[in-house]
């Protein structure tokens, strides 16, 4: 049996303990293991973010709670939206008086719309250079939300349904056949995803790789031809003033005149 | 580099292999690699040439079941290929036995042959990337020759072109003709839609090629493309030729006149339809008729040219074995694939890649210079691999001299001929005496065709007369295949005398022997060059100039001026003179006839013959006119005229000194601004030849059998191979059991297929950043002279945006202080 004052020590070590780990939990400082730590990094350093589709980081992409049926139709769009505006970037005229390199061909509409999606351009600028770099994060995006998909497909596929179901007005139940059913066609759909869009994405980089390799120096003699035009015009004034050398020469002495 | 991107082009485009089977014309990039890609990985949407392969094999390996004929199995092989088990037993055996067996070897030989096809067309796609803005082809998404020449273009003086060793097409780009219509190519993309891709392959070399052809006869339809090179669209013929015959057929069409050898390059027009097909047009000055034509093309060239799988009779049987042609010839395959022997096609022999504007300037299509440049070096290093090797100039003497000063532009094919000089006419021989140098000159040149000039010659200068006219004698018998360059010789003669005193001889010493004839037989060489004789006679312009000016100099000793082999030059060149003139349809007018029509007649033969007359007139003379096309070049020719003018002519030292040290030699030049020092510490930019860097194949094989050594945890071994296998490291350590000794000894070499793999992905990528490299290297020491220029050119055109000039005149006599000056002090 404890004495009084034992139980009193021990209350009031029990009170410090609780008020030390409210102070602790209050403050700001951060340990090793804590969640709030993990969130800060992720902040700071969004580049290297997990790349679930939760993640608030890939919110803006269509692959949290779009139609699955429409997954495979978005990504292959976006890509090929991308891929054909770099290519005619070859004939976008550049700005050749940019401060930097990557605002010299800054990236298309399409791309910029894409890089805004993905965290490592959520807050800053893209270039066209950036192109494959912004595919292919978006290819490890799409690759990440059908491996999840994947992963929760049974549930995934009831919710599927029932969005179906509530599109639809219908209030009927789900059957396990549907589900089977569902499962089975999201499965095949993942898997052939899976296996065709990155040797896709790796082909059409693969051409793009040796156009694109040529884009800076193309840029570049745009811009030398730019520079040459405004050369020749000031040279064109230059030469209407040598016109007049012959005669400046002359003025230049006062005490006599050439026969003219 | 240039050499490598053509071959592979003409592997691209003349190889055999099929073309409907890959038509994917009508898809962009990445659609088309999505669907190559579902056909490798799923087998979705095989076309019809795999199916019959497939079949073909099934008959050839007999697991045909009897009662199905080869058309039935074409059904049979699609339910295969589509993942149909069921429809395929019941249509194949019409029970489930040795059913799956069947349907499995189906599929495995579908995956095989696409596999195959996949990787050829894969490598031909990478080739299509590298080789797009580089190959010389017309219509690429971009064209770095294109956008380097329009550069030059504006850059470019005239006169540029004696200093240049090579002969470059001139090249200009124009707007298309009001006549060819939107709606034109509208049809024309409607009816090639039903061609794709056979008649893009077919017309990529332009509709010319096949003028000279049998009249059109339909033959589409072909699988192959070595079949379908030999097929005709006639109504694509029909909407091609209707282009062609709309654009300009008259070198007067064209302002300013086109020149010989000039080439027009009107827009590319891109079709909506079929996606990434372009037409392209040109026309080009042949010997003074204009010879239009138009083709097509790919602003992407998507549709490559997989390996042939079907046909291919008959086969080869010394090459191809005695076997594989069995097959071939019996059931109509080529097991695993082929690449045919292409025939030769019309465009080929027309000139092909060769007469496309910007391909004609490749190094497959213009030849190194045979005097300088060998390919055969003899002193090289061992171990080392050398292309082509050039030598320094020949020449011993000075190639030009002037009076006074560096006579910038003299010989004037920038200056394009005025009104005055057109409509010039000169008084008969006999009345020479009247004629007189106009107010823009100090001399007046004078051709007259005649009987025979001095010595026999073929053309003679006579020394300037008290007068100031330079007659020129050109001998009536004179060869008409060398008039032009005859000509042009004389007058640069002529305008080495122009300013000199009347009766100078401008040839009488060594030194001024030399200095004159070579000057004036480069440009007579550069004419017989862009004619093509020097390219029949094997020899460069600087051969040919020294050689000639050797022969006009020989009283000053043999091979007086060039360290040149005269003897053999004049064999070659005679040689080749004669197999010029059998050129088919060349027109070449005798002297008589070019006197006969006068200006006109000289303007036919060529424009800077009066050019050349034109820049006997001062270009900064008051009063007089100075026409030029606005260039860099051009206008500088003319700033720099006026500086030789004024300094020449006028008298820049006043005739005014100051009495004592302080006194100002003009009133008021204390008030004059301060000098602003534009340009005074400029220094002008190194012109040096580029010189290709570097290329060490064997150390960068070394260094990737060090990497694989490395990625092995090993030290460098050579063979490398020896990185992958050590048979030390099992048998010093040997397992308890000899089975499992055996299997590790047989899986050493699957532990190192991961980085193998790895390091075999990694080289194409650093192969490609090395070429690149050294592609950067060059250019960049290449572009240095102009980027430096350009630096330059920027800063002196600052400097003088900075100028501030005064408002009011210098006074001559005023003995008031000027405005300006009390202006100065105040701001002072």
């Not at chain 1, 994060?137 to 939300?145: G, K, M, Q, S, T």
């Not at chain 2, 040290?661 to 030049?669: A, L, N, R, T």
Request: aromatic share 6%; charged share 25%.
């Amino acid at each position: 049996m404890l004495s009084r004052p034992r139980i009193v020590g021990l209350f009031v070590f029990l009170m410090l303990a609780a008020l030390g780990a409210g102070f602790i939990t209050h403050s700001k400082k951060l340990t090793a293991t804590s969640v709030d730590l993990l969130m800060q990094r992720q902040k700071d350093n969004s580049i290297l973010t997990p790349c679930s589709r939760f993640e608030e980081s890939y919110m803006q992409l269509p692959f949290r709670d779009g139609n699955f049926a429409e997954w495979p139709k978005f990504y292959h769009a976006t890509a090929a939206a991308i891929i054909e505006e770099h290519i005619q970037s070859f004939s976008r005229a550049p700005k050749c008086a940019a401060a930097t390199g990557n605002d010299v061909l800054p990236a298309g509409p399409k791309l910029k719309e894409l890089a805004q999606k993905l965290p490592s351009w959520k807050n800053a600028s893209v270039s066209q250079w950036e192109t494959s770099s912004v595919l292919l994060e978006f290819l490890r995006a799409y690759e990440c939300a059908l491996k999840e998909r994947l992963y929760f497909l049974h549930p995934e596929a009831v919710k599927e349904i029932e969005k179906m179901r509530a599109s639809e007005g219908s209030t009927e139940d789900i059957t396990l056949g549907e589900v089977v059913m569902e499962v089975s066609q999201e499965d095949r759909t993942i898997a052939k995803e899976l296996a065709t869009a990155r040797p896709t994405l790796n082909r059409s980089l693969a051409v793009l790789a040796g156009v694109s390799r040529l884009l800076p120096l193309h840029t570049e003699l745009q811009c030398i031809e730019r520079a040459s035009l405004d050369i020749r015009n000031a040279l064109a004034l230059g030469a209407e003033a040598g016109a007049c050398l012959p005669r400046i020469w002359n003025a230049k002495d006062p005490l006599r005149d050439l026969p003219q | 580099m240039k050499r490598l991107f053509a071959c592979t082009g003409f592997t691209l485009l003349l190889l055999a292999a099929t073309a409907h089977a890959q038509n994917l014309g009508g898809l962009q990039l990445y659609e088309n690699m999505h669907k190559i890609t579902l056909q490798e990985v799923a087998l979705e949407g095989v076309n019809d040439q795999i199916v019959n392969y497939v079949v073909q094999m099934a008959d050839q390996e007999e697991m045909i079941p009897e009662g199905k004929t080869v058309s039935d199995m074409k059904e049979v092989v699609k339910a295969a290929f589509e993942a149909r088990l069921d429809d395929f037993c019941e249509q194949y055996s019409g029970s489930f036995d040795a059913c799956p067996q069947a349907y499995q070897m189906f599929r495995e030989w579908g995956l095989d042959i696409i596999d195959t096809r996949t990787l050829s067309t894969d490598l031909l796609h990478i080739a299509a990337g590298y080789e797009t803005g580089v190959s010389g082809n017309m219509g690429e998404i971009f064209t770095i020759a294109e956008r380097t020449l329009t550069i030059r273009n504006i850059w470019r003086s005239q006169d540029d072109a004696l200093l240049t060793p090579e002969v470059f097409p001139l090249v200009r780009a124009i707007p298309r003709p009001d006549n060819v219509t939107d709606g034109m190519f509208d049809d024309l993309g409607s009816e090639l839609k039903k061609y794709v891709p056979n008649a893009v392959w077919r017309y990529r070399y332009g509709i010319a090629a096949f003028d000279k052809q049998p009249p059109c006869k339909e033959t589409g339809g072909s699988t192959e493309l070595f079949e379908a090179i030999e097929e005709r669209s006639c109504i694509v013929e029909e909407k091609l030729r209707a282009l062609r015959d709309a654009l300009p057929s008259a070198v007067s069409a064209y302002s300013p006149l086109l020149q010989r050898g000039e080439i027009v390059i009107f827009p590319l027009r891109r079709l909506d339809d079929p996606a990434h097909v372009i037409v392209w047009m040109m026309a080009e000055n042949v010997n003074g008729t204009i010879r239009r034509d138009v083709g097509l093309g790919w602003d992407l060239m998507l549709d490559s040219v997989p390996i042939g799988i079907l046909g291919g009779s008959p086969c080869d049987t010394g090459k191809l074995g005695e076997p594989y042609c069995t097959v071939v010839e019996r059931f109509s395959i080529r097991p695993g694939g082929r690449y045919e022997d292409p025939p030769k096609e019309p465009g080929v022999e027309e000139g092909g890649l060769c007469q496309l504007p910007f391909a004609r300037d490749g190094y497959l299509c213009r030849p190194l210079r045979p005097d300088r440049c060998n390919a055969e070096i003899e002193d090289k290093e061992p171990d080392s691999i050398v292309l082509a090797a050039c030598q320094p100039t020949r020449a011993k003497q000075p190639v030009a001299m002037t009076q006074s000063g560096p006579d910038i532009c003299r010989t004037g094919w920038w200056r394009i001929p005025t009104e005055e000089t057109i409509n010039t006419t000169l008084p008969p021989l006999d009345q020479i005496d009247t004629l007189r140098p106009g107010k823009c000159s100090i001399c007046k040149p004078a051709m007259y065709c005649e009987a025979s000039c001095p010595g026999n010659a073929m053309a003679y200068t006579y020394p300037k007369n008290e007068n100031g006219v330079i007659r020129i004698c050109i001998s009536s018998g004179a060869r008409r295949s060398l008039l032009r360059a005859s000509i042009m010789h004389e007058l640069v003669h002529a305008q080495q005398e122009c300013d000199q005193k009347a009766g100078t001889d401008v040839t009488d010493t060594l030194e001024h022997c030399c200095a004159r004839e070579m000057e004036a037989y480069t440009v007579g060489c550069r004419t017989l060059a862009e004619d093509g004789i020097l390219e029949f006679a094997g020899m460069s312009m600087e051969e040919c100039a020294g050689s000639q000016a050797n022969i006009s100099c020989q009283e000053f000793g043999a091979n007086a001026c060039a360290n040149v082999d005269t003897a053999a030059f004049i064999d070659r060149f005679g040689k080749a003179v004669e197999k010029w003139e059998q050129t088919p349809g060349l027109q070449l007018p005798t002297c008589s006839e070019i006197s006969n029509l006068g200006v006109s007649g000289v303007m036919n033969l060529d424009s800077r013959i009066l050019s050349m007359v034109e820049a006997m007139n001062g270009a900064c003379t008051p009063g007089c006119q100075t026409k030029y096309q606005n260039t860099i070049g051009n206008n500088l020719c003319y700033i720099g005229q006026c500086i030789e003018q004024s300094i020449e002519q006028s008298r820049v030292i006043p005739g005014r000194m100051a009495l004592v040290v302080g006194d100002e030699s003009f009133p008021w030049d204390s008030c004059a601004a301060n000098d602003s020092q534009a340009g005074g510490l400029i220094t002008l930019p190194a012109i040096s030849p580029p010189l290709a860097p570097a290329y060490n194949p064997r150390l960068l094989v070394e260094s990737l059998d060090r990497a694989l050594c490395q990625l092995n945890g090993l030290p460098a071994l050579t063979p490398p191979v020896r990185c992958q296998f050590d048979y030390q490291r099992r048998l010093s350590i040997p397992t308890s059991d000899y089975v499992s000794t055996a299997l590790s000894f047989a899986s050493q070499i699957e532990e190192n297929e991961t980085p193998t793999a790895s390091l075999q992905r990694m080289t194409q990528g650093i192969a490609t950043r090395i070429g690149t490299s050294m592609l950067t290297r060059y250019l960049s020491w290449a572009s240095m002279a102009l980027s430096d220029t350009l630096r330059t050119g920027n800063r002196l055109l600052n400097s003088m945006e900075k100028t501030e000039f005064p408002r009011t005149t210098c006074p001559r006599t005023a003995t008031e202080k000027p405005d300006f000056c009390s202006a100065s002090s105040s701001s002072d």
